[in-house]
């Protein structure tokens, strides 16, 4: 339980979106944590900001999925299951509008990946019309120690192919290398990660949360970004990166700085593929929107955009600038080069797949070898139709 230390009333306007108010002045964030074992969970509770959260709405259960999809879908993860349900239908019985649901979680994992598929896929189940976005992180496989993870990271992906509305995808190589070669980190961990993803999440949800003269929500986002329900897997780019470069920001900077390959949050090279659609969310009061609609359509013309979508290029305004900050720019993408992404796991995963490597582990806990064989397919089509509009 928290309390907003400021004077400024737009700062606590929408504060209810992501908040609920327990007392006068003091609120909780309507959210739910959880982990298969106590650490990460445990971590949440002892940490400086584990007195925000509701206890109850910490939940872990006994055992660690293994790094094993199936033990987090079928046997460890259906423990604490209808514990986890219970406590999102109670907090969606709080709102008095529920627009939808966020998962944030990695797709490698036993945790992420098979509890987070399970809970996604009773969540579309039991809110069917309500807007399901996922941010979700992407292995780096060349250096995981953990043989299994591309089976985890493809059975992942049948289910948010299937049931999210919106996948913002991130990979751990691009997020390393962003602070290697941008924030000049000499080394980096999980910490500097988690940063730098919050930063992307607050530009994205920023008009939902504050005012501005161009606003829109989860259902906007999605009809601005998804041509077609499959093809809903974004990218994101981020500028200013580096906080100590803020006094050179005009509205030209940001522009250029959103399609630029330095600032993106992934790995994909943009020159291979087209643009389906893209959005800009930018903050702050100095900019000027006519200016940056202008710069938008010139930068446009510099990238390669599907054509028979019209007006693919959206802008997003929210008032108030990010801590620190005079103004800045979250971009977001849906991009054909995001094949690029769905190769990269599959070409691992077939290399075990095709020798039966592991798969017993899988087998074990309660799933068929078909399930594996229709993650694969689903993928395989996914990344046709990619294919298919960019060889348009």
């Not at 737009?10 to 298969?36: C, H, M, W």
């Not at 920001?249 to 994909?268: A, G, Y």
């Not at 013309?301 to 108030?320: G, L, S, T, V, Y």
Request: proline share 4%; hydrophobic share 40%; charged share 20%.
């Amino acid at each position: 339980m928290g309390m907003y230390h400021g004077d400024s009333d737009l700062q606590v306007e929408r504060i209810n979106v992501y908040f609920t108010e327990a007392t006068q002045g003091k609120y909780v964030p309507r959210s739910v944590f959880t982990d298969l074992d106590e650490y990460s969970v445990n971590k949440i509770r002892n940490s400086m900001y584990g007195q925000l959260f509701r206890p109850d709405l910490v939940v872990n259960g006994k055992m660690s999925a293994s790094n094993n999809f199936a033990k987090g879908f079928f046997t460890e993860g259906a423990e604490i299951l209808p514990e986890l349900l219970e406590k999102i239908r109670h907090l969606a019985e709080e709102c008095d509008l529920i627009h939808g649901f966020q998962f944030l979680h990695s797709i490698s994992g036993g945790c992420g990946g098979g509890l987070g598929s399970l809970l996604l896929d009773h969540v579309r189940q039991e809110y069917p019309d309500r807007t399901i976005k996922s941010y979700s992180i992407f292995p780096a496989l060349s250096v995981s120690q953990v043989v299994v993870e591309p089976y985890n990271a493809v059975l992942t992906m049948n289910h948010l192919i299937e049931n999210t509305d919106e996948t913002f995808c991130f990979d751990n190589v691009a997020l390393f290398e962003i602070l290697r070669r941008t924030l000049r980190f000499p080394s980096a961990n999980y910490t500097d990660i988690n940063q730098i993803l919050a930063q992307v999440m607050i530009g994205v949800t920023a008009c939902f949360r504050f005012p501005g003269q161009l606003n829109m929500d989860l259902r906007k986002l999605a009809v601005n970004m998804i041509p077609f329900p499959a093809l809903h897997f974004l990218m994101t780019s981020l500028s200013p990166i580096q906080t100590n470069s803020y006094q050179n920001l005009t509205e030209q900077s940001l522009v250029k700085q959103m399609f630029d390959k330095n600032h993106r949050i992934s790995t994909i090279q943009p020159h291979d593929g087209k643009y389906l659609t893209a959005t800009g969310v930018f903050r702050g009061q100095s900019l000027s929107m006519r200016l940056l609609h202008d710069l938008l359509a010139t930068e446009k013309a510099n990238h390669r955009f599907i054509q028979w979508i019209p007006n693919n290029c959206k802008i997003a305004h929210c008032d108030i600038p990010p801590k620190g900050l005079p103004c800045s720019v979250t971009g977001i993408a849906n991009h054909t080069g995001i094949v690029q992404q769905f190769d990269y796991l599959l070409q691992p995963f077939k290399k075990l797949f095709q020798r039966r490597a592991f798969i017993h582990w899988f087998i074990d806990e309660g799933m068929e070898e078909i399930e594996i064989s229709e993650a694969d397919n689903r993928i395989e089509n996914l990344t046709k139709q990619y294919k298919s509009i960019d060889n348009q």
